[in-house]
């Protein structure tokens, strides 16, 4: 017996790009079907997508790579791939039952066919807004967790320096930098986030990079002593202008690079002799690889959460039809805090 | 009774520098003279200077920093101070007596006057060469050991790069390395020196970077399968290519960036996005922090030199009046393995 079609719109990627995304690089497609249910002996499930995640990450995999990335290039012509929150419909896969609300990397459309259920995780909690498994209980709360507590290795009363501030990562990083007894400020690039940082969640110090003409000397005004932490999420100048700042045996978690995702040639850093002066260990990491640590992540979050400790700000867009500008505007900047969109509530 | 005076010929550092140093921007004195004793209540001591050391990171001292640098700049005016090997003529310090044999931070000069005796080490094997206390033996070595071992935390079998191979610290981390079993390319800027690193140091390749148009290219060709470790003496553009051929969880220990040190403005560096997708740890170091090992590393490493299991070349002039060149020409890559200068043999 064959199943039901039922209607299924999706966000194509057309092509690949070099220099910055535009909305016209994806186009949404509402003439496709989907039936709901698969074959008796697959092991797949299909999930009907709730929230989508908008990642700087996503960037990286638009370009055409001659040799595998870390994250796989998109397939020109097909549906856009992130992390996002659903729900199963159907499944053939034991761990999973139709109802579960899940958790993982899915395509831009209202349903997904999904061949690796095993890479989903489960959610437990569902006395949060479900959104929050794309931002604060999911892959970036991770992110933020394993990148400031493990590779950052802080220690209380250090000096703090988040770039990026405000975003789905960073507002989480100083929060934790606060509960630990750090100084903490953070760059964000309008003043209505530097506000945010300050008023909502409690960083020292926050400044407007782009009203800041000499970074070398506005990172010197806010850290007098020197920087122990920087959590890069930006790189470039931002960067280059840090290394000045560093104090003995810093550390630099290299996160992210967003200022230079969408160039034609990077922009150049200047300074690494500091690494060796200043003693800095800069470390990169890929979350994928701490992945396996989520739900001991996501307890400890929520217990957090749930005393009031760690605040969090999404920037909600509706309709899967506004992905491709959320998409594009996070790369410029016009989200506050977590960018996801929402394509059904539940 | 007042001791005698004797003639004591020393390197002025004249002034501040920009750019490429220069054997002008040092002179030679001959008509300083020095008495042999201190006054009775002084825990100082004199010393006579054997062999003086020229090290990459003395450019630094030579430029004007505004704030204080990882080692103090110069005195101009005042004599060139480096790591050498002496012998002890007098001593108020209960540690020290005369006819020791020592290494530590003198002047370019015939007899030093130390006024801090307890950053000096004492000789006590002296059945190699004393010149041996300048690299193997003394500073660079254990940059050699520490940076190999502990920073770049080695594993059987990996892929290891090393440039400025055949200088002090280059010929021992490929050595270090092939004992450890791993694979090692060098890379040096003459044929001569390529052909030591094959036939006297065992590296498995070599190649002259001067001769190749394309690093990223000839990186590929030597290392297919990417590097794990990059022990890393220069910086700037073989940093650059470097990245790109990394392997995901490989390290780059940043000893010095000597290819940048004489630059009015360094090389920009455009490829740190690996850092994050090739989850790479560059971390640097300064080789001081670790002199309280000295004793550790020196007994290792002379019973490796005991066994035959690792070599050494070092390169001698002869002549405190061809120190400047020495120096300058260090940094041209004239010498072949360690430089040093010959004061007076004993």
């Not at 499930?45 to 040799?67: A, F, G």
């Not at 690796?116 to 479900?130: A, C, G, H, Q, V």
């Not at 230079?260 to 979350?287: A, D, H, S, T, W």
Request: aromatic share 12%; with cysteine; proline share 5%.
């Amino acid at each position: 017996m064959a199943a039901e079609l039922v209607p299924n719109k999706k966000v194509i990627f057309k092509n690949y790009i070099t220099g910055f995304v535009k909305e016209t690089d994806m186009e949404l497609i509402t003439s496709d079907t989907i039936q709901l249910k698969l074959p008796e002996e697959s092991p797949g499930m299909i999930v009907k997508n709730l929230y989508l995640s908008c990642d700087p990450y996503m960037r990286s995999r638009m370009s055409k790579h001659d040799e595998p990335s870390y994250v796989p290039d998109f397939v020109a012509g097909s549906v856009i791939s992130g992390l996002g929150v659903s729900k199963v419909v159907y499944s053939g896969h034991p761990d999973f039952s139709a109802g579960d609300l899940v958790w993982g990397m899915i395509g831009w459309e209202e349903y997904s066919v999904i061949t690796n259920p095993e890479s989903f995780f489960k959610i437990k909690d569902t006395d949060f807004p479900l959104s929050y498994y794309t931002g604060i209980l999911g892959m970036p709360g991770l992110t933020a967790y394993i990148g400031f507590y493990e590779i950052c290795a802080p220690k209380k009363g250090e000096y703090v320096f988040v770039s990026a501030a405000s975003g789905a990562v960073g507002q989480l990083v100083g929060q934790f930098a606060k509960l630990m007894g750090c100084y903490v400020v953070g760059s964000a690039g309008s003043d209505e986030k530097v506000n945010l940082l300050k008023s909502k969640f409690d960083f020292d110090e926050a400044f407007n990079y782009k009203k800041e003409p000499d970074l070398n000397a506005t990172l010197k005004r806010h850290f007098p002593e020197g920087i122990d932490i920087y959590f890069d999420n930006v790189g470039g100048a931002m960067l280059n202008a840090v290394l000045l700042n560093m104090r003995s045996h810093g550390r630099i978690s290299a996160c992210g690079m967003i200022s230079q995702y969408n160039l034609e040639k990077p922009e150049g850093v200047y300074n690494l002799v500091f690494i060796i002066m200043k003693r800095i260990r800069f470390e990169g990491f890929v979350i994928l690889d701490y992945f396996p640590r989520y739900y001991e992540f996501v307890e400890k979050i929520i217990s957090d959460i749930r005393q009031g400790k760690i605040k969090y700000v999404e920037d909600q867009v509706e309709g899967l039809e506004n992905a491709p500008a959320a998409l594009v505007g996070l790369y410029k900047g016009l989200n506050v805090g977590k960018q996801l969109v929402v394509i059904a509530h539940e």
